[in-house]
């Protein structure tokens, strides 16, 4: 166990719609990451949030949205889904993320599947 | 921007054999670490070894053990003594410089055999 959790770990909804993507971080972790694995892309960074604030974006859609709360337990938003979208997302944490050294613990994923 | 390839997508081994996993990558930073994950059935990621770039010494942790090459940009794993709970997909994966994130190869499958 990383310490990190996420829910739900499995969604199924149908296209078009919005749903919700909740981590939160290991104890003391100040960063989190989000990450999609999907059978075409492999795994793709998404987003990091550091205390709160946006650090770094990679291939987020814009349809996609993420934040992080003061309790630092983040929310990721996906929007207009679409049957591409259906992938395993994952969200990881470390303690500062602010330097490329530091290991990522990764959480078990939410599986969302869009029918 | 950095790439991280793996050239073997399957791969298996019997039961307590050694098995390695090749990792090759392509940077311009100086400063930077590598990472194997393993994915098992769950498909919960999980860190099996990590490598800083400017250590000569090659990290080892329990079974596990890398190759690291760093003129020839590789990075290779030896998994020796393989057992059944090895059998999963296996990642390697870069990060450095002002990157904060996490580069991942293709990664390779293993299966450990009775």
């Known amino acids: 166990d990383s310490g990190v959790t996420q829910t739900p770990k499995h969604l199924i909804t149908a296209t078009g719609q919005r749903v919700t993507l909740r981590c939160s971080p290991r104890?003391?972790?100040?960063?989190v990451y989000w990450y999609q694995q999907s059978l075409d892309q492999g795994l793709q960074f998404l987003i990091q949030?550091?205390?709160?604030?946006?650090?770094a974006k990679g291939n987020i859609l814009e349809r996609f949205s993420a934040q992080q709360f003061p309790d630092l337990h983040s929310e990721l938003n996906l929007s207009s889904l679409e049957l591409g979208d259906s992938a395993l997302y994952f969200c990881?944490?470390?303690?500062?993320?602010?330097?490329?050294?530091?290991?990522?613990?990764f959480g078990p994923g939410t599986r969302l599947l869009v029918l | 921007a950095q790439t991280v390839t793996q050239s073997q997508p399957e791969m298996s081994v019997q039961e307590a054999e050694t098995v390695t996993l090749s990792c090759t990558y392509d940077t311009s930073e100086s400063n930077y670490y590598l990472f194997w994950y393993k994915q098992p059935p769950s498909r919960q990621m999980i860190l099996v070894i990590r490598?800083?770039?400017?250590?000569?010494q090659n990290a080892t942790e329990n079974r596990f053990s890398v190759n690291f090459q760093k003129a020839a940009k590789s990075f290779s794993l030896k998994i020796s003594d393989s057992q059944l709970g090895d059998t999963a997909m296996y990642f390697c994966a870069f990060s450095g410089g002002s990157n904060y994130k996490l580069t991942f190869g293709k990664g390779t499958l293993l299966t450990v055999n009775p």
């Open positions: 990881a944490s470390s303690l500062r993320g602010g330097a490329y050294q530091e290991t990522q613990y």
């Open positions: 104890s003391g972790d100040l960063s």
């Open positions: 490598q800083e770039a400017y250590k000569q």
């Open positions: 949030y550091y205390n709160g604030e946006e650090r």
